[in-house]
Structures are given as structure tokens and as C-alpha cells.
């Protein structure tokens, strides 16, 4: 049996991160009560995000594309510093980072964490587009940089990469660093400011 469609679309939104029932059912009442142009305007967005969103293949940011290209701008970059990969979460946390002017290497975006006790991580991470892209950097590729959360799930998504990626750390002799004091704990980056961010990079060990 389906819902009906406002129950369905309560549904739908409670999906998205940080959106409770009641929450949910108020963008549905929002959506029922204003004018049709916002919801035109809506449903076009919603089907471009699927026809002009790209995924950069490197480091997997969602970016909105031409299709003349196919990776996102920063890994078309060549000027960058291509000794440096900061791995992050997801891509909300770029900003913080890129505000923060510090940083002039290349990323890759894990698109979650591993949480504690988690019996597949492989599934939440993006490891093997990660793996193969160090692969694909060897001689160039000096230091891997973490950059994650520091709660329970970040340090347990640390320790999974530390294994994870050992032994390409061991063959390309590379220096695996976190980003360091300043950093309080429960600190996610997304809302951390760049002069925190700034000091936590130069802190790096
Ligand atoms: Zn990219």
C-alpha cells in the first residue's frame, strides 16, 4: 500500500540529514502553500542536479559541469602543490579549508565515516576511488593529510585509513599526518573558522 503523496514526501525529507517528522511535514505544507512558480522552479532544479551535477572522478566532489570537463576545478588545476593530499569528509568541508588560504594541495572526499564497532566500513568510505587515486599520484605524492571530525567517528575512520592505506604508505614512503592542535573535540570542520583551520594545518603531525 503507498502513502499518500504527503505522507510520502514526509517521508522523503525526513531522510535528509538533520530533518525530524515534524520538520518534514512542515516542508510539505511550505510546498503546498506556495506558488506555483517555487515549485516549477524545484522539480527543474531537482532533475539538473541529476543532468548537470558531475561527480569529479579524483576526488570525488560533486561539481556543476559544462561537460567539457570532467574533473572538478581544483583537480584540473595543475598549478597546484601535488606533493600534498588532504583527505575530508564531505564537500561542505572544503570551504572552511579554502577560506583559511593555507592550503595548496589536491583532495579527496571520503563522502562519510566509519563508526565505531561498524562491521563494513569499505561501505561507508570511499577507499577504493581513494587507493586509486594514490596510485595514480605515486612519485609525485608526499603526504596524505587528515582532516576529519574529531569525535568518536572521525579518530575511528582515522585508525580504519591508517590500516587501510599502510601499505601504500610503506611502497610510495609517504608521511600520513592529522591535522592538529586547536582542534577542540566534537569539532566538525564544516563549522570550524578559518583561523582555527589555519593553525591546525601549520600544527599538522
Ligand atoms: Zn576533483
Redesign the pocket.
Known amino acids: 500500500m503507498s502513502l499518500d503523496p504527503i505522507n510520502e514526501l514526509a517521508e522523503l525529507f525526513r531522510r535528509l540529514p538533520g530533518i525530524g517528522p515534524r520538520q518534514a511535514k512542515r516542508f510539505v505544507y511550505y510546498l503546498l502553500n506556495a506558488d506555483p512558480a517555487t515549485v516549477t522552479k524545484l522539480t527543474d532544479l531537482l532533475g539538473r542536479l541529476r543532468s548537470q551535477v558531475k561527480q569529479?572522478?579524483?576526488?570525488?566532489?560533486y561539481?556543476a559541469s559544462d561537460n567539457k570537463n570532467e574533473?572538478?576545478i581544483?583537480?584540473?588545476d595543475t598549478t597546484r602543490d601535488h606533493s600534498l593530499l588532504m583527505i575530508m569528509e564531505k564537500d561542505v568541508d572544503l570551504e572552511p579549508m579554502r577560506r583559511a588560504g593555507v592550503y595548496s594541495g589536491?583532495?579527496f572526499f571520503l563522502g562519510g565515516l566509519v563508526p565505531i564497532l561498524d562491521k563494513e566500513p569499505a561501505r561507508r568510505v570511499r577507499l577504493a576511488a581513494l587507493l586509486r587515486l594514490i596510485e595514480s599520484k605515486n612519485k609525485e605524492l608526499k603526504e596524505i593529510i587528515i582532516a576529519l571530525a574529531t569525535n568518536g567517528e572521525g579518530e575511528n575512520t582515522v585508525d580504519y585509513l591508517r590500516q587501510s592505506l599502510k601499505s601504500l604508505v610503506e611502497k610510495y614512503d609517504l608521511k600520513l599526518s592529522l591535522l592538529g592542535r586547536g582542534l577542540s573535540t566534537n569539532s566538525e570542520l564544516e563549522y570550524t573558522d578559518p583561523e582555527t583551520i589555519s593553525y591546525a594545518f601549520k600544527n599538522r603531525g
Open positions: 569529479c572522478p579524483d576526488c570525488q566532489i561539481f574533473r572538478c581544483t583537480c584540473r589536491y583532495y
